[in-house]
């Protein structure tokens, strides 16, 4: 049986007016209906499960501290939704600055392998279905999505895999619809340029914005 | 002829309206910047294809397990709980103001100061309505499970309650809950249905998956006895009809708690 979204609001709003007033186990009902969506996001953006449940339960902590600052808010999903995205860019930067003074000594090579991982993919372009089928274009995907820098990331998967809006975006990145904007396009670029050989047969790989 | 950029194919694709008709008008005519916008198409489904692990069956409440004693040491204070009746009736207020934007269109704008504040009672009491009726619906169907689970005199082989078990769990938080919220509401109606369902869920809850003819026996003449999903029906049509009704009347009279405990 499945809930409508205004019953799942009016449920969530009993449950956040109950924390406000001191339940604190009236918070589990929020934690266990949405942790499910937080989990599949963090999963999207850090491509492992350790790293995404620490977002998930980091997200959570976080909501119940600032729960009070939901009052002007309509829907807790979206809002719990921000809060890890927010986390998670954190998360994210703080960890790349971490494997970055790790693996100084062999950053040449890493470089190379990461910054153009999809070198070696077959010409052959097969559907959307097929495509993600295969393993190790799968690792090239997520590889290549991990290689964007943590805002790209987010502003790609909350536009392209959760079809977020633009402002909803500019919140979690906290800027402006203009440079979210910009950071969704610089992302979708940087993807097509790393699997261009995929997506698009070498032949028929031109510069665009010319004339033919 | 000039092909569009990369930014305005992917704006296209984005469903951007600026320069819209001009860039369809374009791929229309050119096969290469249709093939160009088709790639990028197939590498955005991709992307959306790509599989994320769904999290196990209890993951929400794994989560709860794993936070929850970090959520106490926070909220532990002398002075929160020194604060907490005021805080009870900031709470309420705030529910009743946050929930006034997506029911908007269903509750009347009154202007004068009066009814402004009957709408904020008449919202909480729409939200609970709400939320106790989807509720009602769902231990419904975990307590005719139970009903149907075992055969006809049943006496011998236990009787698998895992499912009913999980989702009594489930329900049985959100149970409390709403109990809470109808009792500070002054809806006894509800919270009396939902005091005996919680007993039931109770006992199923903490229950082995696995119940034994004589434990399964007992579940279900506790059911039986309470006449409890008869009452859960019932108060499910009452619940439907207060909800119509608030439809089609706005603004109730100020004593409208004492009319739903009357009914009750």
């Known amino acids: ?212 | 002829m000039k092909h569009l950029s990369e930014e305005q194919l992917i704006a296209y694709q984005d469903g951007e309206s600026s320069g819209r008709d001009a860039a369809a008008s374009h791929i229309n005519s050119c096969v290469e910047c249709l093939a160009e916008l088709n790639r990028l198409a197939e590498m955005l489904a991709a992307y959306q294809a790509l599989p994320v692990p769904d999290p196990v069956e209890d993951y929400g409440r794994r989560v709860w397990q794993q936070i929850a004693p970090r959520l106490k040491e926070k909220r532990g204070h002398w002075w929160q709980v020194f604060l907490e009746p005021r805080r009870l009736t900031a709470a309420a207020l705030v529910a009743a103001l946050l929930l006034v934007a997506f029911l908007t269109g269903r509750v009347s704008k009154r202007t004068d100061h009066g009814d402004a504040a009957l709408t904020a009672e008449q919202v909480r009491q729409r939200v609970l309505l709400l939320a106790v009726g989807e509720h009602l619906g769902r231990s419904e169907m975990v307590l005719m499970e139970i009903a149907n689970a075992g055969p006809e005199g049943a006496s011998i082989k236990p009787v698998n309650l895992s499912s009913q078990r999980r989702r009594a769990e489930d329900l049985l938080e959100e149970n409390r809950l709403y109990r809470q919220t109808a009792l500070q509401e002054g809806d006894t109606g509800i919270a009396n249905v939902l005091d005996e369902l919680e007993r039931v869920l109770l006992d199923v809850a903490n229950g082995p998956g696995n119940v034994t003819p004589a434990q399964f026996k007992s579940i279900r003449q506790r059911i039986d006895d309470d006449g409890l999903l008869f009452k859960v029906r019932v108060m499910t049509k009452e619940i439907e009809r207060r909800e119509n009704t608030g439809k089609q009347r706005p603004a109730q009279s100020g004593s409208a708690k004492v009319e739903r405990n009357n009914q009750a």
């Open chain 1, 1 to 212: 049986m499945k809930e409508s979204v205004e019953s799942v609001r009016a449920a969530d709003a009993i449950a956040i007016e109950r924390t406000l007033a001191g339940d604190c186990d009236a918070f589990r009902v929020l934690v266990e209906r949405h942790s499910g969506m937080i989990f599949r996001l963090a999963f999207r953006l850090t491509g492992n499960h350790q790293d995404a449940e620490e977002i998930v339960q980091e997200a959570f902590l976080r909501a119940y501290q600032k729960l009070e600052q939901f009052a002007s808010q309509a829907n807790f999903a979206t809002w719990v939704y921000r809060i890890a995205a927010n986390y998670a860019i954190d998360r994210m930067r703080q960890r790349k600055q971490e494997d970055a003074r790790r693996q100084a000594p062999s950053a040449e090579m890493t470089d190379e392998v990461d910054q153009d991982p999809l070198r070696q993919i077959p010409d052959a372009a097969p559907t959307p279905e097929r495509l993600t089928q295969s393993v190790e274009l799968r690792r090239q995907m997520e590889t290549a999505l991990q290689s964007l820098t943590p805002a790209e990331r987010i502003a790609f998967v909350m536009r392209h895999c959760d079809g977020c809006g633009i402002e909803e975006i500019a919140a979690a990145l906290k800027s402006n619809s203009g440079a979210a904007k910009n950071t969704v396009f610089r992302a979708v670029h940087k993807l097509r340029e790393m699997l261009e050989p995929q997506f698009a047969p070498r032949a028929t790989v031109r510069a665009m914005g010319t004339e033919s």
